[in-house]
T-cell receptor
Framework: AQKVTQAQTEISVVEKEDVTLDCVYETRDTTYYLFWYKQPPSGELVFLIRRNSFDEQNEISGRYSWNFQKSTSSFNFTITASQVVDSAVYFCALSELPNSGGSNYKLTFGKGTLLTVNP | ETGVTQSPTHLIKTRGQQVTLRCSSQSGHNTVSWYQQALGQGPQFIFQYYREEENGRGNFPPRFSGLQFPNYSSELNVNALELDDSALYLC????????????FGSGTRLTVV
């Protein structure tokens, strides 16, 4: 069975600090996708990034960067120069291969990391 | 382009009652998935609908059921509510074949008393 582990339950930083959120996953699939979502207090899950299992290039998007290491089954997320608006719960998720018929994958989520950025 | 909308936003029900939650998918999306998120936990997959049929189900009992309509909107029905059903219910829509472009709604907060 697939599993996603986010060992950090809560992280608190001061504004402008860098912070890394850890994600470790387990899967028997050779082809899979990894995601990060942000959940502000409003409840909506906001998509941040998708990475497929064959693409181990790190990615940077503004203050956000992601480090995918297949050898350690990790997909860590770093926020550089954090801001108060970054405060939210962050989820790492893993997709399963689709059923026959071409429907979309289901996602397996970790338990999330609550990030609090203090001014 | 409209996003995913869910109704109602909040709901209080009594144990043993039945509830229906609604979801309007994003324009152009033909697949709808439902997730249950208990307090302090990550979302758990309930089921997915594609072409108006259930297409994949998580570890949830049969009293959780759903529908998808020709316009791709969806309903989640829960019968014989239990206290542990209290959670945020999230709907996500996507377009088959585009590779996991899930769009989530803001959810329905269900409280069972």
């Amino acid at each position: 069975a697939q599993k996603v582990t986010q060992a950090q339950t809560e992280i608190s930083v001061v504004e402008k600090e860098d912070v890394t959120l850890d994600c470790v996953y387990e899967t028997r699939d050779t082809t899979y996708y990894l995601f990060w979502y942000k959940q502000p207090p409003s409840g909506e899950l906001v998509f941040l990034i998708r990475r497929n299992s064959f693409d181990e290039q790190n990615e940077i998007s503004g203050r956000y960067s992601w480090n995918f290491q297949k050898s350690t089954s990790s997909f860590n997320f770093t926020i550089t120069a954090s801001q108060v608006v970054d405060s939210a719960v962050y989820f790492c998720a893993l997709s399963e291969l689709p059923n026959s018929g071409g429907s979309n994958y289901k996602l397996t989520f970790g338990k999330g990391t609550l990030l609090t950025v203090n001014p | 382009e409209t996003g995913v909308t869910q109704s109602p936003t909040h709901l209080i029900k009594t144990r043993g009652q039945q509830v229906t939650l609604r979801c309007s998918s994003q324009s152009g999306h033909n697949t709808v998935s439902w997730y249950q998120q208990a307090l302090g936990q990550g979302p758990q997959f309930i089921f997915q609908y594609y072409r108006e049929e259930e297409n994949g189900r998580g570890n949830f009992p049969p009293r959780f059921s759903g529908l998808q309509f020709p316009n791709y909107s969806s309903e989640l029905n829960v019968n014989a509510l239990e206290l542990d059903d209290s959670a945020l219910y999230l709907c996500a829509s996507s377009q088959t074949g585009l590779g996991f472009g899930y769009t989530f709604g803001s959810g329905t907060r269900l409280t069972v008393v």
